[in-house]
């Protein structure tokens, strides 16, 4: 079992929809979780870290539930550019924490 | 600011060759990562420093596998010889270091070497 695990997509979607991504991760000692954006051909960058409390930044909210053990992305009103492969990640404090990535859940938003 | 440089972009080579990729991290980070991407196994640590120190190469595939950082502002991936099977893009990434010593969230990562072994 992966230790960061996303559905891989893609999510297609027309513009102004509402979409939502989860992400389940298997450390119990997780302590951080962000979400990171990739564009096609490029490199990963930081979207949003992930609160307890959860937390939003403009159209998008994250969400984190430790009982269960997943975090969630929010998009909402999407735009064209918007599209991307949307990275969890995790570190945990037994881990070093270092981040470990999911394998990303891709996202085509459509006119 | 620059961010981080990663040469070469792309390389082309054959198996068996030695391949050296390359990266300079943002100014005044320590901790420097070496990823690698394929569409199968997504992202994978390979090796990280930590003040220029190898600290976890345990992702490291295998012996031909080898990474050097003699110094703040350069790193070295190197693949010797080359199969195939590294066909990747690596991805060199950079970070600040929080004042307990752990890695911050926030990762800068380079273009990446795609690098292609016929």
């Known amino acids: 079992r992966k230790e960061v695990e996303q559905d891989p997509g893609p999510f297609n979607v027309p513009e102004g929809a509402t979409v939502a991504f989860n992400c389940t991760y298997s450390?119990?000692?997780?302590?951080?979780f962000f979400w990171y954006r990739q564009d096609c051909r490029k490199e990963p960058k930081l979207l949003m870290s992930?609160?307890?409390s959860g937390n939003e930044d403009g159209r998008f909210t994250a969400q984190l539930n430790r009982a269960s053990q997943y975090i969630s992305l929010l998009i909402r009103d999407s735009k064209l550019s918007d599209s991307a492969t949307y990275l969890c990640v995790v570190s945990a404090s037994n881990a070093g924490n270092m981040l470990t990535f999911g394998g990303g859940t891709r996202l085509m938003v459509k006119p | 600011d620059a961010g981080v440089i990663q040469s070469p972009r792309h390389e082309v080579t054959e198996m068996g060759q030695e391949v050296t990729l390359r990266c300079k991290p943002i100014s005044g980070h320590d901790y420097l990562f070496w990823y690698r991407q394929t569409m199968m196994r997504g992202l994978e640590l390979l090796i990280y420093?930590?003040?220029?120190?190898?600290?976890?190469d345990s992702g490291m595939p295998e012996d031909r596998f080898s990474a050097k950082m003699p110094n703040a502002s350069f790193s070295t991936l190197k693949i010797q010889p080359s199969e195939p099977r590294d066909s990747a893009v690596y991805f060199c990434a950079s970070s600040y270091g929080t004042s307990g010593g752990a890695v911050t969230g926030e990762l800068f990562f380079g273009e990446g070497s795609r690098l292609t072994v016929l």
């Open positions: 992930v609160y307890s």
């Open positions: 450390n119990s000692a997780s302590q951080s």
């Open positions: 420093f930590n003040n220029n120190v190898p600290i976890d």
